[in-house]
């Protein structure tokens, strides 16, 4: 087999979900209660979730079934293309094969419409009406949307009000799908009042738009709340991208020596990788699982394992996580969505555990990657997959330097369409790198609340 697109059909598409809570040796420590602090039941999240993404968030079950309805409306869509990148190959000189698993395809143009869908559907099948979420770029703003309209259900998204500015496009897009959008900081929340009060010209973070969702959720009973990425739930609908992917890379008769994927919360990386990781564990194949951050916001690289709350006013529950500080803010790097504090716990676990690399890049570097990429392969990354790119580029170069023949594989997270303005920076020459400084982040590490 020699093709460059590597397709499935629809029939082929994947049937269950992968939890790799059924597989990885150390599970991480619990949620706690952000008042009590003891482990949260599922009666505590009941005023926020539905009844089956709790069981789904504690499951241990290895495969959790995707139902009709969902899979109905993944196909318009999905299976999404593993492509080939021959011709940034042959621009790199480089031995190693590169493939990319490619959803940009999604109509909401990033993975996390594989999440939206199903959270929707659960919500909907539950009796509730309306979901409260917030954004950070708009692409989570604008898959929730989109498939809330899909189940007939209302939707707000609280935007952090930099990328409110920044990104009028994105809040088009979220209103074209009837999603009702809010600039955060807003007055619609106690959180959000305490917020203005303090700074009036306060930009928001997404820690800061997670309290005004919540809120907003707990208040009204017709509404439940989701979030787009971090959570098991999460990151176990992604594992559609990985479970695709196995299967093209054995249709193309290939074996993945390394896998590549951006982390901002988690949900892409852990989506693609996990199940590479259930062969690593249960079969002894062996993959690099590399995940790749910012500098400029490095929770995996530098953040600190330990309790701390997954949102500003402390209204969630503490979630066991490497951690930046909630009361971290991050500088307005122009990957938006890897401005997170923490990530995923499962994530964080496997990390501990050795199972995956963690990498941290500056946005030059990235964004030089990035253009590469789209002059051979005629696609433009997100600023955030660019940082997946940046890596595949510097792999494959070692390879051409070792003269090994590795294929590399990395999850191509999102298209950059509506991210042309940072391009426009980058060509400017007026990108700047943000490394972290140290006493900054000791600063926010001390603020960490005490189990
Ligand atoms: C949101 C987003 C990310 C980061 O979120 P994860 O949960 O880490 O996947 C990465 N890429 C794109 C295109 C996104 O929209």
Redesign the pocket.
Known sequence: MNETKILLSEAEMPEAWYNVQADLPNLPKPPLHPVTKQPVGPEDLASIFPMELIKQEASTEKWIPIPDEIREIYRLWRPSPLIRARRLEKALDTPARIYFKY?GVSPA????LNTAVPQAYYNKVEGIKRLATET??G??GSALSMACQFFGLECTVYMVKVSYQQKPYRRSLMQIFGGEVIPSPSDRTESGRRALAANPDSPGSLGLAISEAVEDAVHRPDTNYAL???LNH?LLH?TIIGLETKAQLAKAGEQADIAI?????????S?FAFPFLDDMINKGTKTRLIAVEPTACPTLTRGKLAYDFGDVAGLTPLIYMYTLGKDFMPPGIH?G??R?HGD?PLLCQATKDGFIEPVAYGQKKVFESAILFARNEGIVP?P??AHAVACAVEQAIACREAGERKTIVFAF??HGHFDLAAYDNYLAGELEDYPLPEDELQKALAGLPQV
């Open positions: 959803e143009g990033s993975h996390k950070g770029a692409q989570w787009g990425s971090v999460v992604q994927g951006c982390c901002g919360g988690g949900s892409n990386f989506g990957a969505g890897l997170y995923a997100a955030e997959t997270s999102g």
